[in-house]
């Protein structure tokens, strides 16, 4: 005989804070706040010359519907957003560097990336070698 169903759950060692905690459906940010935050790091920039900490306090006073952990959150995602962008679109020129190079180029690349430091005797010792001996020999 089967034993009768039941509910299978997750085990506590799986939830974590951000489980436990469901944010509220007003969540979202609107279109509004989004462009006022823009704004406001806007002006962040063009004060602070993008060198110095965020004033999170400034922001906040530009979107007053929103906590000041709430703006930390959206600004560290867009941070996100941003360092994963440059990283695609490096890797991207990467690619096509590759793509059209030439075999002679990558021969090149390869013997100085092995070589290292002694590049220059090397090419010294294999230009020698390559040259032909126009004295007498002995």
Excluded at 92 to 114: D, G, Y
Excluded at 119 to 125: F, G, N, R
Aim: with cysteine; glycine share 4%; hydrophobic share 30%.
């Amino acid at each position: 005989m089967k034993p009768p169903p039941r509910r299978r759950t997750k085990p506590d060692r799986f939830q974590t804070a951000a489980n436990s905690n469901p944010q509220p459906a007003d969540s979202r940010w609107r279109r509004a706040e989004q462009k006022q935050l823009l704004r406001a790091l806007q002006e962040l920039s063009k004060t602070a010359g993008g060198q110095a900490e965020l004033d999170y306090g400034y922001l906040r006073q530009h979107v007053p519907t929103r906590s000041e952990s709430e703006i930390r959150s959206v600004v560290e995602d867009l941070k996100a957003k941003v360092i994963s962008s440059a990283h695609i679109s490096l890797k991207k020129q990467q690619w096509q560097e590759e793509k059209t190079r030439k075999p002679i180029e990558l021969w090149t690349n390869m013997a100085s990336t092995v070589c290292g430091a002694l590049e220059d005797p090397l090419s010294s010792a294999f230009s020698q070698v390559q040259t032909p001996h126009l004295g007498p020999r002995v």
